[in-house]
């Protein structure tokens, strides 16, 4: 199984310094107005996630090539059946 990983979604934080308070590996410092978290630091103990009071900090679950293509190819399929659909919607509406 994958490791997770946390990432900033930076247009979410305002630069606090809540994360980095709570963090008891020291994994997350403030940049400038957010924060940077050394993933080989990190313990996804969560503890930032939970202090974060904007949601920014969210867990990651990085997937294979396999699984993306997997993924991709299955949105493909799905999103070329709706634009059938709507094309016999609209064909029905002449």
Do not use: Y
């Amino acid at each position: 199984m994958a490791q997770k990983m946390l990432h900033v979604k930076k247009h979410l934080c305002f630069g606090c310094g809540l994360c980095e308070d709570s963090c008891p590996q020291q994994a997350i410092r403030l940049l400038g107005r957010h924060p940077e978290i050394d993933q080989s630091r990190c313990n996804q103990c969560g503890l930032c996630i939970d202090a974060c009071p904007q949601g920014a900090i969210v867990e990651l679950v990085p997937v294979s090539i396999d699984e993306l293509q997997s993924i991709v190819i299955s949105l493909k399929q799905r999103t070329d059946d709706l634009i059938k659909r709507i094309g016999g919607l609209k064909n029905q509406h002449k």
